[in-house]
């Protein structure tokens, strides 16, 4: 199924936010998103899951672990995993922070942009039914 199909209004979806989580837990989205934040996200995918939703996860996903349970949650209710990975270049995203509400500090940013390049030779390897690179606009 093409990618633009399972994403279509017509489908039934569920998003899961590491930011609305870690806001909710907190009272505001943090610089680092929190244990009990991710747990709850993870929760909550896993009952998207289990009442048969397409579920986007709205995360970085800098870090391989946090890639390996949305994998592994997905393969405990018999789904797939497909990586849609936005590459904005570092300058934007730095200029995108400055109108935030709670804004991640610049040297954030920087080094969760350097992750996610390091990390996307690797997403072909690491189980995905489908990787997709989407360039800068």
């Known amino acids: 199924m093409p ?65 390996v349970a949305i994998r592994a949650i997905a393969a405990a209710h018999r789904y797939v995993t497909a990586v849609v990975a936005l590459r904005v270049p570092l300058a934007v995203c730095l200029e995108r922070q400055a109108s935030r509400a709670w804004p ?9 942009d350097a992750a996610i390049t390091a990390a996307l030779p690797e997403l072909e390897q690491e189980g995905h039914a489908r990787v997709v690179r989407l360039p800068a606009p």
């Open 3 to 67: 990618l633009s199909e399972l994403l279509s209004p017509g489908w039934c979806l569920g998003v899961v936010s590491y930011d609305v989580h870690q806001a909710h837990v907190a009272g505001r989205p943090g610089r680092v998103v929190g244990d009990h934040a991710l747990e709850s996200a993870r929760e909550r995918m896993s009952a998207h899951c289990a009442a048969g939703r397409t579920v986007i996860v709205d995360g970085t996903h800098s870090q391989r672990d946090r890639r």
């Open 104 to 112: 991640v500090p610049a040297a954030d940013v920087t080094r969760q």
